[in-house]
């Protein structure tokens, strides 16, 4: 089982809404990312989790909070986003022992529409 | 910092044809990865291939390959016998040291847009 899924595929929210992007892969794998990705843009790196802890926030506004409640699963959770925020939001993973990392495994996506 | 580039915004293939991408990097590390990913319009990211940098041999899977000039920096990637399937948004992306404060960040190219030709 190579598959990293997210839910939901589609999401529209008001700009004064709460919401969250889920991700969940059952790999193994401690390393978790979620990636911002415009159209015909490539993906931007937001956060990178490694067991289960924070270790990579890319200057990430804090309407955007990351959570990582146990190996497998991987949270966004969205709050007074703005239209620009609109975007492909990517989940991966990867084998990560603390020193060797494997390839990224990407889930399908949430398509994020903010109005 | 690392960079990659992509100086193909878009390619063009006909069915059964070779077609070659080309991607360059720039990076000071010895231990790094370079990757081809595919984004078809169903947005999931495939991995098409990878190269481990100390690895002098050019990486392979069924149709596509690489040519990998560590000299040069350069990272190209061949797809043979070309297949509608394979029309997609194609990245290249670089990954530094596994180990250390990287956590296995990819640096993406803008990628190159093919479009296979019935």
């Known amino acids: 089982d190579t598959e990293v899924t997210q839910t939901p595929k589609h999401l529209v929210m008001g700009m004064t809404n709460k919401k969250s992007l889920k991700c969940e892969q059952h790999?193994?794998?401690?390393?978790m990312y979620w990636y911002k990705q415009k159209a015909k843009k490539p993906p931007e790196l937001m956060f990178v989790y490694s067991y289960e802890k924070l270790s990579i926030n890319e200057s990430v506004p804090s309407r955007f909070s990351p959570e990582c409640p146990n190996s497998s699963l991987l949270n966004l959770h969205l709050h007074a986003l703005q239209p620009e925020d609109s975007a492909l939001y990517l989940c991966?993973?990867?084998?990560?022992?603390?020193?060797?990392?494997?390839?990224?495994?990407f889930g399908q996506g949430t398509r994020l529409t903010v109005v | 910092a690392q960079t990659v580039t992509q100086s193909q915004p878009e390619m063009s293939v006909q069915e059964a044809e070779t077609v070659t991408l080309s991607c360059t990097y720039d990076?000071?590390?010895?231990?790094?990865?370079l990757f081809w990913y595919k984004q078809p319009p169903s947005r999931q990211m495939i991995l098409v291939i990878r190269?481990?940098?100390?690895?002098?041999q050019n990486a392979t899977e069924n149709r596509f390959s690489v040519n990998f000039q560590k000299a040069a920096k350069s990272f190209s990637l061949k797809i043979s016998d070309s297949q509608l399937g394979d029309a997609a948004m194609y990245f290249c992306?670089?990954?530094?040291?596994?180990?250390?404060?990287?956590?296995?960040?990819?640096?993406f190219g803008q990628g190159t847009i093919l479009t296979v030709h019935p």
């Open positions: 990076t000071s590390e010895s231990d790094y990865y």
């Open positions: 190269q481990e940098a100390y690895k002098q």
């Open positions: 991966a993973s990867s084998r990560f022992d603390g020193y060797v990392n494997t390839e990224a495994f």
């Open positions: 992306a670089y990954r530094g040291n596994a180990g250390g404060t990287s956590y296995g960040k990819l640096t």
């Open positions: 790999m193994g794998h401690r390393a």
